[in-house]
């Protein structure tokens, strides 16, 4: 009977990964480019951060070629953005079982994982195992 519930758990790990959705790179072609804002962040230890207000937000644009730009940029009430100027140039790349993003500015060089993406929520866990939860971000609309 023991050897039938470890069968069983077994299966169910193998399904429930089966099931996630791993970020491959015509998933990030396909979802990266646009606005996105973190809602959290999770540190190794499971403790959570949650990022109830943004002041600024996320512009990620992706070419055909695997190479893109990050910006953090500022929402505006009239529904625009403002941009920092400072882009952070990435690389698509394909390296332990994963997608990785290798960004490089002026200042420092480094990766992040992006652990699955889809049309409104994005995972993305950086070099020192802090984990990025995101979700679409939409412009700030105030009706007259």
């Given at each position: 009977?023991r050897?039938?519930?470890?069968i069983?758990?077994?299966?169910?790990?193998?399904?429930?990964?089966?099931?996630?959705s791993?970020?491959?790179?015509?998933?990030?072609q396909?979802?990266?480019?646009?606005y996105w804002?973190?809602?959290k962040?999770?540190?190794p230890?499971?403790t959570?951060k949650?990022?109830?207000i943004?002041?600024?937000?996320?512009?990620?644009e992706?070419?055909?070629?695997?190479?893109?730009?990050?910006y953090?940029v500022?929402?505006?009430?009239n529904?625009e953005f403002?941009?920092?100027?400072?882009p952070?140039?990435?690389?698509?790349?394909?390296?332990?079982n994963g997608?990785?993003?290798?960004?490089?500015?002026?200042?420092?060089t480094?990766?992040?994982q992006?652990l699955?993406v889809?049309e409104?929520?994005?995972?993305m866990e950086n070099?020192?195992?802090?984990?990025y939860f995101?979700k679409?971000a939409?412009?700030?609309?105030?009706?007259?």
């Amino acid at each position: 009977m023991r050897s039938i519930k470890i069968i069983a758990s077994l299966l169910l790990v193998v399904v429930f990964q089966a099931c996630q959705s791993k970020a491959d790179v015509k998933s990030i072609q396909a979802h990266i480019n646009g606005y996105w804002e973190i809602e959290k962040a999770q540190l190794p230890d499971g403790t959570e951060k949650d990022y109830s207000i943004n002041t600024t937000i996320d512009y990620f644009e992706l070419k055909e070629d695997q190479t893109g730009v990050r910006y953090k940029v500022t929402p505006q009430f009239n529904g625009e953005f403002l941009t920092n100027d400072v882009p952070e140039t990435f690389v698509v790349k394909q390296k332990d079982n994963g997608i990785w993003l290798a960004y490089k500015t002026e200042f420092s060089t480094w990766e992040e994982q992006v652990l699955s993406v889809t049309e409104d929520k994005m995972v993305m866990e950086n070099e020192t195992k802090i984990k990025y939860f995101y979700k679409r971000a939409n412009p700030i609309q105030i009706k007259e």
